[in-house]
């Protein structure tokens, strides 16, 4: 069996990278766009094709919406406090026999923000702080309480509709909803060097984005990087994201063997 060279024969190669959310850790924390390497190719590589495949969409943790009330002194008996789905009622004395959830024990205007605060978390002492049979909120916590103000901050970042509004008649929320929160908006670009073969493309959903090839020779080893970013401020925790970067190309200072008789 002879061994002979195809001389100017280039056979097409396919690499390709899986890239979920843990592999963009370095991006959490802040907006700005982080590139990393996924695919190595030596020199020589010319890309002719290729696809960023979305599995399951990049969904990285944007601004948490927030609201606050702040008070001057403490409520009256039966006021209220509503936060999304819950109606939080004061009361000079817990309710007993039975008891009624979503009561909030009114002491001195510190101890009744706190209460309110202990009952929205689900901390604190049913029965005590607040009446029995109350549950923590399912979509809100309490940041912070201060003998004026109860901070609620959204457990997840973007945009939110969830209510808080009161009766209380020494105290007002600054907004009726919880407000300011910003989606995550993850991006990806894949690139060569400064060579871009896919811009921006919108990683927030499936689908399936063809790589445009330039025609160009790598003139030494490189990557196919990703540049992954996020619009918005502040970035909170990953969520979840499958990615497939397919890349196809050819290697044109190869020279191809093959077997023949």
Excluded: C
């Excluded at 290729?50 to 009330?69: D, F, H, Q």
């Excluded at 330039?214 to 970035?235: F, K, R």
């Excluded at 397919?246 to 008789?261: A, D, L, M, N, P």
């Amino acid at each position: 069996m002879a061994i002979t060279k195809k001389s100017g024969r280039q056979e097409e190669i396919v690499a390709y990278q899986i890239i979920d959310y843990s592999d963009l850790t370095s991006l959490y924390g802040t907006a700005v766009g982080v590139t990393q390497g996924a695919i190595s190719l030596p020199v020589g590589s010319l890309v002719i094709g290729g696809s960023l495949i979305v599995n399951t969409a990049l969904e990285t943790e944007g601004v948490k919406a927030v609201s606050t009330l702040t008070t001057s002194t403490v409520p009256s008996a039966a006021q209220v406090v509503v936060v999304g789905a819950q109606t939080y009622t004061y009361r000079a004395a817990l309710s007993t026999g039975p008891t009624v959830p979503n009561e909030i024990l009114i002491g001195t205007e510190a101890a009744t923000n706190a209460n309110l605060a202990a009952a929205i978390n689900g901390s604190g002492v049913a029965g005590v702080n607040y009446s029995t049979g109350t549950v923590s909120q399912p979509t809100v916590v309490v940041a912070t309480s201060t003998q004026h103000t109860v901070v609620l901050t959204a457990y997840r970042g973007g945009v939110s509709t969830v209510a808080t509004t009161t009766t209380h008649g020494a105290g007002s929320f600054d907004h009726a909803t919880l407000y300011g929160g910003l989606s995550g908006a993850d991006t990806i670009a894949v690139k060569i060097g400064a060579e871009v073969y896919k811009t921006a493309a919108d990683v927030t959903a499936a689908g399936i984005f063809s790589l445009v090839p330039t025609g160009t020779v790598l003139t030494a080893d490189n990557t196919v990087d990703i540049l992954h970013a996020v619009a918005a401020s502040t970035i909170g925790l990953p969520i979840a994201g499958i990615l497939h970067l397919v890349v196809r190309y050819i290697v044109t200072t190869r020279e191809e063997w093959s077997q023949g008789v």
